[in-house]
């Protein structure tokens, strides 16, 4: 499948997910006609996108992920941010600095100007800002989907994202009370359904992220689980393939046959729930493989370095040395584009992941 392609595909894919969200919204007409206005700057954003593509050489991504900081509330076993990303400089043992809030401002509005019309929050804990939703404030136009775990979310935060239609929380559990207390604390399910109830008295649209393991797979699955989610007023699903950072538990990653189930599941359920549903990176077949490496999306972690996907924590560009238009164009992003091969599907869950011998290479051959 050709860049070109996938490029309208994607864009399609975002136009459909906004118009769904309508329809979802359909009677809160306040929040439905937000999203028809975010329809309308997706739409402007993917003539932007465009616009840059051509006059830089490369396809701009129309999304992407940006963990605004490294501390977490939460000690949870597995997580991606604690094990990938090296907090300190290399043969130094001296911190690494995080990304200030200016720096933050300057890359979304880097982001903005090259038509990245969705970027998505996350950390560790993003909510552990404190000045982060004074920042998104600044980019009305911009959809941020922030991936938190909910804890830090108090009546008067609610409050505010009642009046920040362009802030959606997705709060993370790993399926039901057992495996979400499991892995995050026991009495944290209980603390994150409190925090959903109340965003939803605030009428606040919010969502859900599911890491999908082989044991909760038949758990996160069931329609009375999805059914009892929408209840306590969850408007989007968002389910996660387990990627095994740890090199400790790859028993835990979900199965050919139940990769395969949770794609047809979330076509069962958009037919029957008014939520959106999104598997990741099940959906990523339609676009011929991995949209990582600013084919769909990048990475930027809490120092500034700009990765092709959070599984991926390698790169050769950082934004306190160059601009986010000059580090897309990079050696190390472009190696990994042109090699389709490195960007299909795999047993694990994760191409980059499975290729991650193969992409330390790489990296290693631009030092």
Not at 27 to 51: I, T, V
Not at 93 to 117: C, F, H, P
Not at 165 to 170: D, L
Not at 200 to 209: C, D, L, R
Request: aromatic fraction near 8%.
């Amino acid at each position: 499948m050709s860049k070109i392609s996938s490029e309208s595909i994607l864009n399609s894919t975002i136009t459909s997910l906004f118009t769904d969200a309508q329809k979802v919204l359909g009677k809160n007409l306040l929040l439905a006609g937000a999203m028809f206005y975010y329809l309308r700057c997706q739409e402007r954003f993917a003539q932007r996108r465009k616009r840059y593509a051509k006059k830089l050489g490369i396809p701009v991504p129309a999304f992407m992920i940006f963990s605004v900081t490294p501390e977490c509330n939460l000690n949870c076993p597995g997580c991606y941010s604690k094990l990938q990303h090296g907090h300190t400089i290399e043969g130094t043992g001296l911190a690494r600095k995080v990304l200030t809030n200016d720096e933050i401002d300057s890359i979304l509005s880097q982001a903005e100007k090259l038509g990245i019309g969705i970027v998505l929050l996350s950390g560790g804990e993003p909510l552990m800002n404190k000045q982060l939703f004074d920042i998104t404030e600044r980019y009305r136009q911009t959809l941020f989907p922030v991936f938190t775990n909910g804890l830090i979310i108090t009546k008067t935060l609610a409050g505010k994202l009642k009046h920040m239609n362009n802030v959606v929380p997705i709060i993370s559990i790993e399926g039901g009370e057992r495996f979400t207390d499991a892995r995050r604390g026991v009495g944290t399910f209980n603390q994150i359904v409190e925090t959903m109830m109340m965003l939803n008295k605030k009428k606040v649209f919010f969502g859900t992220s599911i890491t999908v393991t082989k044991e909760n797979y038949h758990v996160v699955t069931s329609e009375n689980y999805v059914n009892t989610l929408v209840d306590i007023g969850c408007k989007a699903f968002v389910y996660v393939d387990y990627v095994p950072v740890d090199g400790k538990s790859e028993t835990l990653v979900t199965t050919i046959e139940q990769k395969s189930g949770i794609v047809k599941f979330m076509a069962l359920c958009r037919k029957q729930f008014p939520a959106l549903f999104i598997s990741f990176p099940g959906d990523e077949e339609m676009f011929g493989g991995c949209i990582a490496a600013g084919r769909g999306f990048v990475h930027i972690n809490p120092y500034g370095d700009v990765e092709p996907c959070p599984f991926a924590p390698y790169s050769d560009s950082n934004l306190r040395k160059v601009e986010l238009s000059e580090a897309l164009q990079s050696r190390f992003l472009k190696i990994i584009r042109e090699d389709e091969g490195k960007l299909k599907e795999t047993s694990t869950g994760c191409a980059l992941f499975s290729n991650r011998e193969t992409i330390k290479k790489i990296i290693g051959s631009l030092s």
